[in-house]
C-alpha cells in the first residue's frame, strides 16, 4: 500500500485565493482525519470522517474552512478565501477506526499565504 | 472534552543516556494511548502504543507505561542515540473518539 497520499506537497498562494487540499486515505480504512499544525497550537484536530460522514467538524476554525469527502479514497479541505494566518501543515490521516488503532498520516501539505 | 498535557517541551540528552517523556489526560475513559515519534519536515509516526489493560509495553529500546489510576503515561527510551532526535507527541483516546494529541516533546541527542 502506497499510504496516505496528500497533495499538493507545497502550496503558496495570495491571500483572497481559494485553496484546495487532497487526500487519498489506505484502502479499507474507515476513518479519516484533518489535522493543522504550526509551532504555536500544535496538532489540531479540524474534521474526522466515518465511512465517508463527517462526524464532528467542531475543529473547523471558520466558515472559510470546509472539508467534503465523496467517496471512500477521496477527501478534500478547502479554504476559501485563504488568510495569512492560514499558513500551516495540513496533514491527512486514516485509520481503520476512529480511536482504538494509529493513525497513519500523510506527508502533509505545507500552505503559505501571503 | 480529552486534554492531554505533556512534558517536557524540550529535552536534551547525552548519547547513551535515558530520555522519559510524560503524558497526563483528563478523560478516565480513555483507553488507547500512542505514542508519534516525527522528525524535521515529514510525518508523524506511530512507535509504539499501549491499551488500558496493559501497564507496560516494549519495543526493544523503548518502552511505554501507563498508570489508569493517576491518569498519566510515559514512553522511555533507553541507549539514545543521534537518530532518536525529533518531536515525540503523546495522544488518548476513549475509542470511539479521535486521538487528542499532546504539545509535544523536542529531544535532541548530543553525540
Known amino acids: 500500500d502506497a499510504g496516505v497520499i496528500q497533495s499538493p506537497r507545497h502550496e503558496v498562494t495570495e491571500m483572497g485565493q481559494e485553496v484546495t487540499l487532497r487526500c487519498k486515505p489506505i484502502s479499507g480504512h474507515n476513518s479519516l482525519f484533518w489535522y493543522r499544525q504550526t509551532m504555536m497550537r500544535g496538532l489540531e484536530l479540524l474534521i474526522y470522517f466515518n465511512n465517508n460522514v463527517p462526524i464532528d467538524d467542531s475543529g473547523m476554525p471558520e466558515d472559510r474552512f470546509s472539508a467534503k469527502m465523496p467517496n471512500a479514497s477521496f477527501s478534500t479541505l478547502k479554504i476559501q478565501p485563504s488568510e495569512p494566518r492560514d499558513s500551516a501543515v495540513y496533514f491527512c490521516?486514516?485509520?481503520?477506526?476512529?480511536?482504538?488503532?494509529?493513525?497513519?498520516f500523510g506527508s502533509g501539505t505545507r500552505l503559505t499565504v501571503v | 472534552g480529552e486534554n492531554v498535557e505533556q512534558h517536557p517541551s524540550t529535552l536534551s540528552v547525552q548519547e547513551g543516556d535515558s530520555a522519559v517523556i510524560k503524558c497526563t489526560y483528563s478523560d478516565s475513559a480513555s483507553n488507547y494511548f500512542p505514542w508519534y515519534k516525527q522528525e524535521l519536515g515529514k510525518r508523524p509516526q506511530l512507535i509504539i502504543d499501549i491499551r488500558s489493560n496493559v501497564g507496560e509495553k516494549k519495543d526493544q529500546r523503548i518502552a511505554v507505561t501507563l498508570n489508569k489510576t493517576a491518569k498519566h503515561f510515559s514512553l522511555h527510551i533507553t541507549e539514545t542515540q543521534p537518530e532518536d532526535s525529533a518531536v515525540y507527541f503523546c495522544?488518548?483516546?476513549?475509542?470511539?473518539?479521535?486521538?487528542?494529541f499532546g504539545k509535544g516533546t523536542r529531544l535532541s541527542v548530543i553525540a
Open positions: 495522544a488518548a483516546s476513549s475509542g470511539n473518539t479521535p486521538l487528542v
Open positions: 490521516a486514516s485509520s481503520p477506526q476512529t480511536g482504538l488503532y494509529g493513525y497513519t
